[in-house]
């Protein structure tokens, strides 16, 4: 029997917390109305919902998205993207190039300092450098780094990068995160980054300062007061870890938090369009920066007959994936280059959703159904049998393997579907090639080099080249493409590769997924470009009357 | 308990119990309709489960479909249909496993004691520390995934209950004079333990079967939620499931009908389930002098 | 008795090392390792860095070589660094989650025992009744409902349209400005429906164990010759028949204690609850080795211990089993 002592002390706590929520109500308030439009104001919370915790405070040693956007506000680089997904000066003023593309010299802005208040000079600069490129330092990104000659500080303010051949990507490589030498340079040299201070409590050039990391909960920034652009207006950035995207949405719509990274293409299209939240929210759609793909593996010998990769093309519809698995919220993709930039082409092999043309085609590369049994055979009488694999997990990729196997039946080939946990697809299937069809993602990047996605030297298991595709022109025009600085003559290399990698279709790219932001209506400065709506982030505010939470 | 196991009176006994549960006896007559309707699902279902269809996604349940249909623009009828099929495949076939290997990895234990006991009870030590779902995972990786995998590790991982069941059992029985009696006449080891302490121990077996299955029915829906169930295109239940999972406000029949199906599956087998180990268990049919006491309330 | 506790704890050790071991074994072979996660698939990844951490994390050396390696430090609970890019120590890592496991799984188990006994013992008592068939159905529909699908809609009719609870997380975000008592009623409304789904799903088991428990001790003949005497009933269940009958359920309670220290995945992962399950599932997932073999060293322990206590008390009640398997009677 419980003491009378505990009995009182639970009645009391009880009582208090009874009280408690007499007076507190609610946590949070219900939706507001859209009131008027105030001046730019200081202040305010940013609540984000992060489907999965940061990995780590330092995003040089990071590969998971969280972590970079946490350390997008945390640190900063030379250089930034605008809203055109051009290159501007962040913490350089300004470079220049040698003629000969071999030298890019960065003059740094003098105004600039860590969250420390120590200076950020030119030794930054080259001892991120140097670490990046130590063995000892396990980063994921190196590659950049790693074709520099030499990097080196010709006064406080001013840096020279040189090269051994010229690098189209060059300045963009330097727009990565800054780290400090004053307090990394001993743990860098050790290899012990990981176990260094920084990785808990991280001091950058960013517009926003770290607060507190609470694993698996939350991360908490506030604002920078001497950021070199200017304090930025929200006060506080708060991530929530919120590991179910159902519950992401229901947080949203109790306005527990005030933005979301993309919306799925049902929520946009169907959840969301109820009056109270077109009140509350501001939903945004611009064209992403990824597509989806159906690799082949060109060392299996049914695929290295171009004829059946084309009748395969045929076979797909690719306006009903986008309609089945993004409610159409997705643009066709005929290539792996970002549509609506420079060196985009539309003008390209198409090829549309007919299975009669893709029957022809399997039949001339000797596929036919030749039992009647509704599977096409060889001349050999072996029936054309695979399996479609794709990472589990991933809800579109799965739905899209659904929908293929189905078309490809038609045609008269017999697909299987195996959905397999991550780490072991990467390893057991994808890097010693033992698959026949993929469906996968990639980036299309800032910039159009994809030199290691698509030239024969990058065949490795280690590498990206995963369909195994060799094409001496397209090796050439890659290796021109990338050894220019001058933009208008990559232009015509990468309009080539992309004709010729519609024509040869080592893969049959799907689609480029819109990006379906929603931002709480209560911020203001928000104006969708092609980048996206980030690119101006520092110049969110909220007017005074409309501010939610109070800093402090 | 008798030697050689159950008798044709005992059986009468057993069925008069049984069939005054009135819970059981629903169960059980639930039970036979889902065993048929799953038997015959390919010519009850009105649509091609498989089949996408991307001009009907997420319609609401109509004349056409009677339970709306999925992501894709599949039947969610038909589906349910067919994934009848697997997920009480899974059911029975996992528990035979799991019994099969129980029964004779507790029986082992029961009978021959000393340090055939201890290895078996430590064996269940490390099968119960164990996290399956990362022995499903490796399995599941380095092998095809496939409804025979899962089965197979369901059963693998959950024999422990009816092992120790089988061997609480053997150790009561072995003490009885008729097993003893058999051991002086000379009879083997196997004989006696097949013939004399195994249909004896027959029910709690039974019993553990019959209320395994929802359990396993009910570990595939959640191997389905951490993605490591039966592949695409097929249905199960569990599957079933976690797709409406991101879609309980829009479409409520995706997860209403396949959970309605695992409900109704899991509460029959558990009072069939129950009502057999009701009527089976000697200790518990009404004694006389009980029924006497009782009637004179 | 105390003879056998002695053994046995005795024989834990050796098993313990055989279980960790194989686990080490089971999660080293498990296809795909830690480093796979450090080349993702994007066009700037690098792959050189793999080598340098085989040699550091001393992957590269057999397996037998890598456990003893591991087994020197974890005996004396230094259980290394994560894999992961945070690189902070296993046991700050399971410290930071295991209070609130803890702490949740102890007041879900007390709510399940208080409720399972008087539901187990009356549905006993007028076993086959309306009662019972009523409470029969209710415990099976709260075991066969999906936990997400309960949560959901718990989330979404009080959350979300009504309004009066939290949605997800463990506190709110202003929670360090709120005064002492605002505070555990803002731990108390964020617990409450995790809590009630957790409960609705856990009540069966126990609750027919219950039952069952109860109306096995019902037929026996001392509580006949009790009710012969002409004791109430009341007296007859609550004095003879209720303490017989929980002491199986004892063994239970001791073979719950495991899992006290484990989360439904589900559940954290819904109510984004910074749990144990789901550390255990991710660092699965992501092949984060010290992090999983902390957490089995744990529970593997835990089992042992509640293993031995139920074996004990099993042993206290019918004392044929004792100790475990003499042959032919003496």
Redo the contacts between chains.
Sequence with gaps: MPSRRALRALLA?TA??G???AC?G???S?PDEVVATGPPAYGD?F?QASIGD?????PS???DQS?HEVGGLIYDGLVKQDKDLNLVPAMAESWTYSPNCLELTFKLRRDVKWHDDYPFTADDVVFTYETMIN??????????F?LVKEAKALDKYTVRIRYDKPYARAVETWGTTMLPKHLLQSFADA?TL??SPQ??LPVGTGPYRFQEW?????VVLVANPDYYEGRPYLSRI?Y????????I???L??N?VDYVNTL?G??YA??TEYPAFRKAYRKFRYPGDNYTFLGFNLKDPRFADKRVRQAFAHAIDKQ?LI??VR?GLAHEANGPMRPGTWAYTEDVKHYEYSPEKAKALLAEAGWKDRDGDGVVEDRDGKPFTLTIRTN??N?ER??I???V??RLKEIGIQA?????????????FI?PRRFELVV????T?SDPD?Y??WHSSQR?P???NRTGYANDEVDHLLEAGRASCVQKDRVRAYHRIQEILAEDLPMIFLFNRDSLPVVTSRIRGVSPSPSGILYNFNEWYVPKTQQR?TS? | MAPGGPRRGEIRQFWRTFSRNQLAMCGGAVVTVLVFLAVLAPALAPWDPNRPDTRKILVAPSSSHWFGTDPLGRDVLSRVLYGSRISLSVGFVSVGIAAAIGMLLGAAAGYYGGVVDNVVMRLVDLMLVFPRFFLLLAVLAFLKPSIWTIMTVIGLTGWMGVARLVRAEFLTLREREFVIWSESVGAGALRIIFRHILPNAIAPILVAMTLGIPAAILTEAGLSFLGLGVQPPYATWGNILNDGRDYIEIAWWLTLYPGLAILITVLSYNLMGEGIRDALDPRLRQSRVGRILRLGR | MALFALRRLLLSIPLLIGITFVSFVVISLAPGGPLDFLTPEDPNASPEVKERLVKEFGLDRPIHVQYWQWLKRAVRLDFGRSFLPDGRPVLTKIGERLPVTLFLNVIELAIIVGLAVPIGVLSATRQYSLYDKITTVFVFVGFATPDFWLALLLMILFGVQLGWLPISGLRSLNWEYLTFWQQQWDFFAHLVLPIVVATFGGLAGFSRYMRQSMLEVVRQDYVQTARAKGLSERVVISKHALRNALLPVITILALALPGLIGGSVIIESIFAIPGMGQLMVQSVFSRDYPVVMGNLVIVASLTLVANLVADITYGLVDPRIRFGGRRGRR
Excluded: C, H
Aim: no cysteine; net charge neutral; proline share 6%.
């Design positions: 706590w208090g917390v009280l408690a929520a507190n609610p946590i949070e219900r919370t609540i940061i990995g780590g405070l330092i040693l990071t590969s972590s063995p000892k330092t396990p980063a994921p990104f190196k590659e950049g790693l290899g990981r176990e990785n808990s609470k694993p698996g909960e939350k708060v929530r870890v919120i590991p179910s995207q159902a519950t949405f229901l947080e719509k109790a527990g799925t049902i929520q169907r959840q009903e309609d089945g409610l589990q997990g809800d799965k739905k393997a659904e929908i196997q189905q299987d579907i195996q959905l397999i946990e991550w780490a072991a697809f990467i390893k057991e890097k996968l993602g990639l980036g990047g994809q290691v996605v490795g280690d590498q990206m939470y402090g």
